[in-house]
């Protein structure tokens, strides 16, 4: 048997490498100079972790604490050149928003609003007041005052007085004020057992005399001479209101 001899050639693959230079800047700098190349001359700001990209300076790992700024473009890596409101605990890195994060006394999505507690603590969202009311207010936000007899304190959550209303108010809750002499009022429908007070009258005494020189008007509203202030009115009475185009001359 011959055995046939045979050749195997084999062509070696080249692989060419080229050098590639990696450009980086110390932790919390950033910067390129003229030429394009990374001088790193520039602060991060107020980038978390003190990382920004060595190139535009964004912060690609978000804001710290108390910062927040645009996104780029791509919207995906914020600048932090904005300081949150200074209601905030905290806010959102992308607008700002405080999220009702607030510090103690403000509530509110930006934390704009300012607690009507006496000085202590409300719900974030709503502003409704933690606990009871300071002395003298009532209602879900403790922005009600009373209106009580001998100024004592109402109930905080409907206003009614214990003993009555002060000289002057009437209703459920003594929050309807009446123009009364002497503040004598009925506490039901505010009708004035004694009169108008000065410059007052009409049906629980709500309509203004509106006298000429600030004189009183009788219990029908009719001023002395039928005279009345300048831009008021009316047959008798000067309750109304009266609007006139000056003559060219």
């Avoid at 980038?47 to 996104?71: D, E, K």
């Avoid at 007041?129 to 207010?137: K, R, T």
């Amino acid at each position: 048997m011959i055995r046939r001899k045979t050749t195997a050639s084999y062509e070696r693959h080249k692989l060419n490498f080229c050098e590639v230079e990696v450009l980086s800047c110390p932790l919390s700098s950033w910067g390129q100079n003229k030429h394009g190349k990374e001088d790193c001359s520039l602060p991060c700001g107020n980038c978390n972790q003190g990382t920004c990209g060595v190139i535009n300076g964004l912060c690609s790992s978000g804001c710290v604490a108390g910062w927040w700024g645009y996104y780029d473009y791509q919207g995906n890596v914020p600048d932090c050149n904005n300081r949150c409101g200074s209601n905030c605990k905290s806010c959102v890195h992308a607008n700002g928003n405080c999220n009702y994060h607030c510090v103690t006394g403000y509530f509110g999505e930006l934390c704009n609003n300012v607690c009507q507690c006496g000085g202590k603590g409300c719900d974030p969202s709503t502003g409704a007041c933690s606990g009871s009311c300071p002395a003298g207010y009532w209602g879900t936000d403790c922005n009600l005052r009373c209106h009580c007899q001998d100024r004592e304190d109402c109930d905080m959550n409907t206003g009614i007085c214990p003993t009555g209303c002060a000289p002057g108010y009437w209703g459920a809750n003594c929050d309807e004020y009446c123009n009364c002499k002497n503040g004598e009022c009925d506490v039901n429908n505010g009708d004035c057992t004694q009169g108008c007070r000065d410059l007052y009258w009409g049906s629980n005494c709500v309509t203004p005399c509106n006298c000429q020189g600030g004189v009183n008007c009788d219990t029908s509203g009719r001023c002395p001479n039928n005279l009345c202030v300048q831009g008021y009115g009316g047959y008798n009475t000067c309750r109304y209101g009266m609007y006139y185009q000056c003559p060219t001359i």
